[in-house]
């Protein structure tokens, strides 16, 4: 019996179907890609510019590869124009880590919900700061607050630093019941950083000034400032100071638990790594929480420095 031609025809178009598509499949899978896989995120963080910023960061570097080799995540160490840019850059979540004075962690922890201190300095739960007078003026070291600087051409550091312009300003506050800008017959300048303050001093071109004592200390230890011509005159009380504070968006970037693990690598660099702590400088770095910054945060809201 003769088949109808339409039958052979459609046979023959499914044997050739059959036969190529092998091959189409073969074809069709190596033209597939594997999608590249998504670049690790990185940890940034930036530390308030107390000292000359290219000075820090030649410090922080260092500590950077440290925490990326420790941590298994790329770390990099994001410089900060000024005290309030670090605050800013923290706020907007362009870092997730700082190394904050008392008044800037304030801050950032009030702008940023959630955010935590985490680690400070031993010696930053009893912080000072030092008001320094070139030779010329007359003072000697005291425990009396020297009531004589207000007729003094002086110089704070930067406007937010705690232990530079805001503890002390407190504290001639507290010690002569006027406000700073009352207590000096003429205006105080701002420096920016502590070592500014220090080499004013010590040239003459600004009377006295009021430092972070561990800058003004590590200058004298090298050589860097004369104590007999930039001298010590007052030493205020104790207050907190430095920290690392923590974004909390640490969490979701890196995984739950990143934060604890942070503190703990930072605060393992004691041992494990002590040469990087002369990046602060400091002597061992301990656990952190935002309660022990209190009194700092009561001065600022007085100031009106945090909402």
Sequence with gaps: MKRPAFI??????????????????????????????????TLRFSAIPNQNSTELKAKFDPMAAHLSTELGVPVEFVPSSDYKASVDMFKNGQIQLAWFGGVTGVQARAAVP??????Q????????????????????????????????????????????????AWFIKQQTGASAEAFFTEKPIFTGSHDKTCELVEAGQVQAGVVDYTVYNKRVAAGTTNPDACRVIWKTPTFPDYNF?????????????FTKKLQATLIAMTTKN????????????IEATNAEYTPVEE???EL????
């Design 8 to 41: 052979g025809l459609a046979l023959a178009s499914l044997l050739a179907l059959n036969a190529c598509s092998p091959q189409t499949k073969k074809e069709a899978d190596a033209t597939k890609t594997t999608p590249a896989p998504s670049a690790p995120k």
């Design 114 to 119: 959630g955010a935590q201190a985490i680690v």
């Design 121 to 168: 300095g031993r010696e930053d739960t009893a912080f000072q700061s030092f008001f320094i007078a070139h030779k010329d003026s007359g003072l000697e070291l005291s425990d009396t607050f020297p009531a004589a600087l207000g007729k003094l051409k002086f110089a704070f550091g930067a406007e937010t630093s705690t232990s530079g312009r805001v503890m002390p």
């Design 245 to 257: 504070t923590a974004h909390p968006a640490l969490e979701s970037d890196f995984g739950p638990g």
């Design 274 to 285: 002590p040469d990087l702590l002369k990046a602060f400088p400091r002597e061992a770095l």
């Design 299 to 301: 001065v600022c809201r």
């Design 304 to 307: 009106g420095l945090v909402r």
